[in-house]
């Protein structure tokens, strides 16, 4: 987070330090060339600032570049007052200050993806800052070549009468909507959705939905996916069929909810989350997107859902034990259906001489009672595991390059496993490569587990393979009290003193083998190998089967 900030500190500073440089070389000196010069690089500045800050307000740096550009202009024409040269500055500085009001009216507008309709406006207002970055681009090449302002004069014009229209029709859909909402509605109603998925999360997050896309396709019912942030639109229509639908507002979200919709399932317990609970005619299902001890998973805020989907017993047990008081007829177990295609080793195997262990070190958290990341000790966990012969995938969380130490621990370790495989030739398996797997896929490779408290334990469980779990806040025999998951697996302490017998019991005597089997059932469901998917769909077709006349949602 803190190399983020200085990135785009950098970029706000390069931008508008070369705009003023720019200004003040033109106008102030004889060096018309340089400051033009300037102003081209000005102008690369500030593209490469709208790319590390979407949004970014650059009114004052476009200011002062058309400015110095249009000072050079008229030097270079040295023709006295240009009337085409002075409408070509009226023209800039009216999109100067017209294409941040834009693109935030452009940016509170439903856009959507996957439905027979399109909403051209909102992606040209979104679009209008490099439009007129690319214009200040056009006119300073003029000018460098004296051309007649009357062609940087047609080139403004252009892109002024493009701005008009998109102000046009943006204050059209503010002031005029149309009756029973606008053309992403009408589609909406066409399709005819029975649910939908509700998705807000900061960026990187994505992996929440496209885990559940698939059973929810499984369902057989035409849904929807409805999203708070523009970011997710691209990827995760890339990943359905369903329509997707980025609502900004409250009133967008108004306008997306139709009336043939009955469900909506949740993947998280985002602040946002509310805008959609207030309609009550909806049943809303809390789904999660994994399972595991961690803090959050028994969040006091899942009592606001109507259901409660978990994937055993044990996730009802975690909420009682945390103190948190949710009715029981809420819960409904399901098993978590994207284990289904993990290979089961019923048989345990012991003795590997040269086994494969997949380490997944989770990220730090949001908050220091949810930091159960192993990566500050875990270089002397893959010397060990590289002493005993084992093949190394190291797959880290997504968000584990938010915190830049996080970041420089996670690269030192793929050094170790990079050297590593220059000298032996195992074939281990780290960073772009580990994430273009699925967690199935590096679940199937592997022999065993190492990982700290996360949902990957739960999914790991179903295969009946032996696990390790790192205890980073050095409690002890209190550990497994407060995550009984561990109490099937390896508890590896922080110090790693005992890293050594963990290792021995994960990947030679495997003395908890039997006892994984019933810890297996307890968290993950006793449902059937063959039809194990089938319970989430079974229950959530449940929620979707009418049980009266359901007028428009109407929040209260």
Known sequence: MRGDLVQKLAARCLSTGLAV??????????????????????????????????????????ALIAAAVLVGYSRRLDDGLDPALVATALVLLGLVLLVGPLRTAGNLEIRVANLPVRSWTPLIAD???????????????????????????VASLLVGVGAGVVALDLARRRFRPGAGGGAVARALRRHQPEFLLYFSAPPGSEYQVTMWLPYLERI????????????????????????VVYCPTLRALDEALVPSLRAAFYVNHGAKNSHCIRFTQLTHVQLHHGDSDKAPSANPVSGIFDRIFVAGPAAIDRYARAGVQIPAEKFVVVGRPQVESIEVRPEPVRGLAYPTVLYTPTWTGHHADADYCSLPVAEELLRRLLERGATVILRAHPYTAQNPASARQLGRLTELLVADRARTGRQHVTGAAARELSLTECVNRSDALVSDVSGVISDYLYSGKPYAVTDMGDEGVRFVE????????????????????????????????????????HYLGDFPAESYADAFLTAARRELAPTQALAAPTPV
Not at 129 to 151: D, E, F, K, N
Not at 220 to 243: C, D, K, N, Q, W
Not at 486 to 501: C, F, I, P, Q, T
Not at 504 to 511: E, I, N, V, W, Y
């Open 21 to 62: 440089l720019a200004f003040v070389v033109v106008a102030l000196t004889g060096a018309t060339g340089w400051g033009l010069a300037l102003a081209v690089a000005a102008l690369a500045a500030a593209a490469a600032e709208q790319r590390i800050r979407p949004g970014a307000d650059l009114v004052a740096e476009t």
């Open 127 to 153: 679009q209008l800052g490099t439009a007129l970055l690319g214009l200040l681009a056009a006119v300073t090449v003029a000018a460098a070549l004296a051309l007649p302002a009357a062609v940087a004069l």
């Open 220 to 243: 057989g019912r035409p849904f929807m996916v409805v999203l708070r942030e523009p970011e997710f639109l691209a990827p995760i229509a890339a990943a359905t069929s369903a329509p």
């Open 482 to 521: 407060h995550f009984p998951l561990a109490g099937a697996g390896y508890v590896l302490r922080r110090d790693m003193s005992n890293v050594d017998e963990v290792l021995t019991g994960l990947l030679d005597t495997d003395p908890l083998a039997e006892s994984r089997w019933a810890t297996r059932r």
